[in-house]
């Protein structure tokens, strides 16, 4: 995800002219204290072997149609939220912007002093959620699922780690801190069933090595 989509937004879409209020799976974000826990690895692999396989089909994607960064509470929108509850000892001025802080990046290793050094992932991408099912989502959905910090979706990440992940699945790009991947993958599994997201074949492939080994 190149860097400057993750930075905090100050205007998205106001509101979605005639949607409903989101029902069922797609429920507006709520804050947490947080990260939330992912699955059990067990409970991982028995929501993998029900996912469906399929072939990941890219076209008319445009990150756009994800509204992200949304207003969560007062001020804040959901990327200074995130880094609000990722962070320790966060500062933040009328804006919510944080001008202070310690955050640590589970993906490498590093701790950081300056929010400007973090990216906010989506841990399943959303290119990837595209490919994988959202392209028949509403634009309601979508950004139901581009602001989710109910499930492990959303957490605060080295910037430049962020962008060389881009929209790559486990087969292709999994964190360097090798002590969180049983972490990473039961969250991606996690996002992927909630939202009956489909996996390649390359994609669960490499999900089942890593969670067999958890």
């Not at 998205?12 to 974000?29: I, K």
């Not at 072997?49 to 990941?56: G, Q, R, W």
């Not at 599994?189 to 997201?197: A, D, E, F, G, R």
Request: net charge neutral.
């Amino acid at each position: 995800m190149p860097r400057f989509y993750a930075r905090r937004r100050l205007s998205v879409l106001a509101g979605l002219t005639g949607t409903a209020a989101l029902a069922g799976l797609f429920t507006g974000p709520s804050a947490s204290a947080a990260l939330p826990t992912p699955v059990s690895a067990a409970t991982a692999r028995t929501y993998l072997a029900s996912l469906t396989v399929a072939t990941e089909n890219r076209t008319g994607y445009d990150r756009d149609l994800f509204p992200h960064w949304i207003t969560i509470s007062g001020a804040c929108n959901t990327r200074e939220t995130v880094l609000k509850r990722d962070g320790s000892n966060v500062v933040t001025d009328s804006a919510c912007a944080s001008t202070s802080g310690s955050w640590y990046s589970v993906y490498d290793g590093a701790t950081w002093t300056a929010a400007s050094d973090l990216d906010i992932d989506h841990v399943v991408p959303l290119a990837e959620a595209w490919d994988s099912g959202a392209s028949k989502w509403t634009t309601a959905q979508r950004q139901a699922f581009a602001n989710d910090l109910t499930r492990p979706q959303l957490i605060a990440v080295t910037d430049n780690v962020n962008q060389a992940k881009g929209d790559q699945d486990p087969a292709e790009w999994m964190p360097s801190r090798t002590a969180y991947a049983c972490t990473y993958v039961r969250a991606w599994v996690q996002v992927k069933y909630y939202y009956k997201l489909s996996v390649d074949s390359a994609e669960k492939s490499k999900l089942t090595s890593v969670l067999n080994g958890c």
